[in-house]
T-cell receptor, first 112, second 112 residues
Framework: SQTIHQWPATLVQPVGSPLSLECTVE??????LYWYRQAAGRGLQLLFY??????ISSEVPQNLSASRPQDRQFILSSKKLLLSDSGFYLC???????????FGPGTRLTVT | AQSVTQLGSHVSVSEGALVLLRCNYS??????LFWYVQYPNQGLQLLLK??????LVKGINGFEAEFKKSETSFHLTKPSAHMSDAAEYFC??????????FGAGTILRVKS
């Protein structure tokens, strides 16, 4: 069976510090991978989407970047965090042409 | 462009009462539709999906939803609410590129 992992689970970082969040998927190959941000009361905002290694699509201009160094690894990064980067970050995967997405447990980021 | 509107950011029901969470969608092509549930500080879990087969879809935990093309709706129902149903519920519609567009979410409160 497939599983998706995210770490860390929680993170408190000062403004201006760098960020690296990691997502890995097990039990499948060549998944589509997604990063979402969930702000309180505002639903899910798609940040990045990847169909393969090194292939990243950015959905909104922002202070964040994403990379996919391996088939089942998806990394969300920032060089300098802003207060507005606080939120709950979710990674998800889907397979092939399917729209059905499976979500990881999330990372709670607080920028102070 | 695809969009989802969830009517009511908060819904409160008594234990044992009917649960009705409303979702209306907009799509220029025949949609696939999804309902997800999120418990506090967790990722999203797929409840059910409509993929152009039967219009009445049954999901996990006793939930079901009916696709009504004429009303562009995909409302989620459960005959009898349990305390464990208290969570946030998201409706989503398929979008080009194997993406999902999510509604803003509805928080369900179950009163004892």
């Amino acid at each position: 069976s497939q599983t998706i992992h995210q770490w860390p689970a929680t993170l408190v970082q000062p403004v201006g510090s760098p960020l690296s969040l990691e997502c890995t998927v097990e039990g499948t190959s060549n998944p589509n991978l997604y990063w979402y941000r969930q702000a309180a009361g505002r639903g899910l905002q798609l940040l990045f989407y990847s169909v393969g290694i090194g292939q990243i699509s950015s959905e909104v201009p922002q202070n964040l970047s994403a990379s996919r160094p391996q088939d089942r690894q998806f990394i969300l990064s920032s060089k300098k965090l802003l207060l507005s980067d606080s939120g709950f970050y979710l990674c998800a995967w889907s397979k092939g042409q399917s729209w059905e997405q499976y979500f990881g447990p999330g990372t709670r980021l607080t920028v102070t | 462009a695809q969009s989802v509107t969830q009517l009511g950011s908060h819904v409160s029901v008594s234990e044992g009462a009917l649960v009705l969470l409303r979702c209306n969608y907009s799509s220029s092509v025949p949609p696939y539709l999804f309902w997800y549930v999120q418990y506090p500080n967790q990722g999203l879990q797929l409840l059910l999906k409509y993929t152009s087969a039967a219009t009445l879809v049954k999901g996990i935990n006793g939930f079901e939803a009916e696709f009504k093309k004429s009303e562009t709706s995909f409302h989620l129902t459960k005959p009898s609410a349990h305390m464990s149903d208290a969570a946030e519920y998201f409706c989503a519609v398929s979008a080009p590129g194997n993406k999902l567009v999510f509604g803003a979410g509805t928080i369900l409160r179950v009163k004892s």
